[in-house]
């Protein structure tokens, strides 16, 4: 079950259908092998990249996802996740990282790398010049050290919403917190990338509280 890629590469999950899941969880529950594999190769990069996140070693974080699909192909007979797969393996691996940090009294911070292909804050890449290719650059060098230095929780929202592409909804059940307070935390953080980016680029070029 283990994926040995050196290090784990940060990317969206796939986007698959509602019914798709529920198909799944149906099969799992009745011990289909190829439902599992599929949940497993759906999820599994996306949500070590999002493990790392807190953990900072790809090690750890691939350890901890197999936890969180070790439990339940060995309690899948009763598994029923009522807000969705997706939404519960996020969850649950939120869960395992911070016992985690907890057991190893670990103190590093949840970081983001996030990449161009994942926030886009310009012109098409396509239609860059040379001087626009540097401008670009330096604009997604400096959104990563802004998010990096965005609260804990307000930049696991900014994880959740940008690069795993979850709704509010998603993200207020991963995190156990009010959709209103998702709302408010995105808010803050499109605010806080506005002042620190504002030297960069015209504000209208920064993403919108929709992306």
């Given at each position: 079950m283990r994926s040995r890629t050196g290090q784990i590469v940060s990317r969206s999950s796939l986007l698959v259908p509602d019914a798709a899941e529920r198909e799944w969880v149906a099969r799992i529950r009745?011990?289909?092998e190829g439902a599992f594999k599929s949940l497993f190769q759906a999820y599994y990069a996306s949500l070590c990249a999002f493990v790392q996140s807190y953990v900072r070693s790809p090690d750890l974080a691939e350890e901890l996802v197999q936890t969180v699909f070790l439990q339940i192909w060995q309690h899948r007979a009763t598994?029923?996740?009522t807000t969705g797969a997706r939404a519960y393996l996020f969850a649950a691996c939120?869960?395992?990282a911070l016992g985690a940090l907890?057991?190893?009294?670990v103190v590093a911070r949840a970081a983001q790398r996030a990449t161009r292909e994942e926030i886009t804050l310009g012109a098409a890449a396509a239609r860059m010049g040379p001087d626009e290719e540097v401008q670009a650059s330096e604009l997604a060098a400096a959104l990563r050290e802004a998010v990096d230095r965005l609260p804990e929780r307000r930049r696991i929202v900014v994880i959740l919403r940008w690069q795993q592409q979850m709704s509010y909804a998603e993200i207020a059940g991963v995190l156990g917190?009010?959709?209103?307070?998702?709302?408010?935390?995105?808010?803050?953080a499109l605010a806080f990338f506005r002042q620190q980016?504002?030297?960069?680029?015209?504000?209208?070029?920064l993403p919108s509280r929709s992306m």
């Open positions: 009745l011990a289909d598994w029923e996740p939120r869960n395992q907890r057991h190893e009294r917190i009010s959709v209103k307070t998702v709302e408010v935390q995105m808010g803050r980016l504002a030297h960069l680029r015209p504000q209208d070029s």
